[in-house]
């Protein structure tokens, strides 16, 4: 927030820096907020609607390129083609390895194949791919894996760059519910 004030009178907890140290200055930001009350106009007439989750529609995700089952390739740190898409993953700023980028591309295909429903939320889809990370490996996320082929050319993204990436797909299909 840096030194702006504007905000004590709202302010659950105030944390101040000092010498590169974090001290709580909370009763301090309301007697200062008490003493000189807020010019600030309300912008909205109520209080915004509360989020409503998003489930994807399984059929929605494929990596088929028509001509193959399925086509992933990680062209470059930002750039995954998906089956027919060109996935633009500029903004998702936390990539660090084009190895990152191609599990992403083969975790939205095991997703596909592992939906446990017709539709399922984004968050619930992001835990499980993240729990198979954890119990299954990258590995084997590979299709190649059970004949020992396979290239162990995947890193570990984390959660987030995969929901980003999931969010950039055009032609997935969402569900409000």
Same mark, same amino acid.
């Given at each position: 927030?840096?030194?702006?004030?504007?905000?004590?009178?709202?302010?659950?907890?105030?944390?101040?820096?000092?010498?590169?140290?974090?001290?709580?200055?909370?009763?301090?930001?309301?007697?200062?907020?008490?003493?000189?009350?807020?010019?600030?106009?309300?912008?909205?007439?109520?209080?915004?609607?509360?989020?409503?989750?998003?489930?994807?529609?399984?059929?929605?995700?494929?990596?088929?390129?028509?001509?193959?089952?399925?086509?992933?390739?990680?062209?470059?740190?930002?750039?995954?083609?998906? =089956?027919?898409? #060109? &996935? @633009?993953?500029?903004?998702?700023?936390?990539?660090?390895?084009?190895?990152?980028? !191609?599990?992403?591309? *083969?975790?939205?295909?095991?997703?596909?194949?592992?939906?446990?429903?017709?539709?399922?939320?984004?968050?619930?889809?992001?835990?499980?791919?993240?729990?198979?990370?954890?119990?299954? =490996?990258?590995? #084997? &996320? @590979?299709?190649?894996?059970?004949?020992?082929?396979?290239?162990?050319?995947?890193? !570990?993204?984390?959660? *987030?760059?995969?929901?980003?990436?999931?969010?950039?797909?055009?032609?997935?299909?969402?569900?409000?519910?």
């Amino acid at each position: 927030m840096g030194g702006c004030g504007d905000y004590f009178d709202v302010a659950d907890t105030v944390i101040l820096m000092r010498d590169f140290q974090p001290v709580t200055v909370t009763d301090e930001a309301h007697q200062i907020a008490q003493a000189h009350p807020t010019q600030r106009c309300r912008e909205v007439p109520q209080a915004l609607d509360p989020i409503r989750s998003r489930s994807i529609v399984r059929e929605s995700i494929h990596a088929s390129s028509g001509k193959r089952d399925f086509k992933i390739d990680a062209k470059s740190l930002t750039l995954l083609m998906f =089956g027919k898409e #060109r &996935l @633009d993953l500029v903004g998702v700023e936390q990539l660090v390895d084009i190895s990152q980028t !191609r599990a992403i591309g *083969y975790a939205l295909r095991f997703l596909a194949q592992h939906m446990r429903c017709p539709q399922m939320g984004i968050k619930e889809a992001v835990i499980m791919i993240d729990d198979f990370f954890t119990q299954e =490996g990258l590995d #084997r &996320l @590979d299709p190649y894996y059970q004949s020992g082929r396979h290239p162990g050319n995947f890193a !570990r993204p984390r959660p *987030y760059e995969v929901a980003a990436t999931i969010n950039r797909l055009r032609s997935i299909r969402l569900h409000q519910t």
